[in-house]
């Protein structure tokens, strides 16, 4: 015999608070315990509760204290509220309609999970160990200047500083490292926001095409235009579809040795840092957001990858713009002199097959794993 829907949402809700991952519809179907438990109030609804499950899910066990910051966190934003979750014996008739907590859209969950990251990155460590580089070299080091890519270029410069080379506006090897459009967008994209933007995938997309030219830190060749004039600077450009064939190629043009660099973190990490950073600029003001986006950085950077992140892909709008910027940039690499190290060819984007737009599933996949890292880092105990 079933209980009242208030007792059988506080037993789920006690199951799932000791670490339980019972779903909503197996739990309906168990035998109601003996002593049941007292209905909290106000009574959790279907998202706190999915999300505290999923959360015990991605852990492997309970995580104590967690549980208790999701349930008392309101979701940010507009979307669902006081989600009733299904019972058979029908639910109010008005708010938002009953919904099987499995079933609940996972823009819902991603932005509960945002609320519960935004009340824990201030206990998180911010270094991410940047590397300084010296702006006075000696005139015995190799001097180089990269330019790009940035994503990539960040990479690369580590190794380069690594191995004692100094990066410097006075007198170097100017380096400009080109890569796909796609992949040059998706790392200026997540630079931005690392620097506290909330730009959406798709907005960014569309202001370029309705600006008609790529950003200027990654228009190739307005870059090399700039640099070609500059006296006994000779400038390099390197063209790759990957990042360590660009970092083997950098090191040839300055001699330096062969070195690995890291992979990024896709498409995902930046979609969950532009949410977060939304939500920080109106809780804690536009000062801080680029401090809290720096501690939600060095949190991602120890979350594990499941698989390979997913590989950033045009709007199918904005294709056939995208098209167009990679072959006037390939002419332009193979008409003008330059020394230019790899395939032009290889700026053209990647057809992947994909819409366009960000995973959702992976960007909840990693909000999971972020909170469950950032209440680690803090002193929480999963």
Known sequence: MLTSYDEAVAGWAAHLRS??????????????????????????????????????????????????????????????????????EGNRG?????????LLPEEELIRLAVGVLAHLLPGVPTSRGEEAASRWPAPWRRRFLLHGAPGTADAVRHGLLRQGLVETDWRPTHVVLARPVEVMMAELWAARTLAGGSLKWTTMWRRRVAAGRLPPSIDIPALTRQLTGRRREPVHVVVSRDAQEAAEATARVLRARPFAVAGTGGLAHTDLLRRVNRLTALTTGPDRVRELAARLAAALDQVPLADRPQPPSVPRAALGWAREQADSTARHLEGDGYAVHGNPGDLAPSDHGQPGTVDRTRTLELALAACLQTWRLQGGTP
Do not use: F, I, Q
């Open 94 to 102: 008005y708010g938002s309609p009953a919904t099987d907590p499995e």
């Open 19 to 88: 670490g339980g991952t019972t779903t909503w519809s197996a739990w309906l179907g168990r035998d109601p315990a003996p002593d049941t438990v007292a209905p909290p109030r106000p009574l959790p609804d279907a998202v706190h509760l999915e999300l505290v499950r999923r959360l015990n899910e991605a852990a492997g066990g309970p995580v104590e204290g967690l549980a208790d910051r999701v349930l008392a966190t309101a979701s940010p934003g507009r979307g669902l509220v006081d989600v009733p979750l299904t019972w058979p």
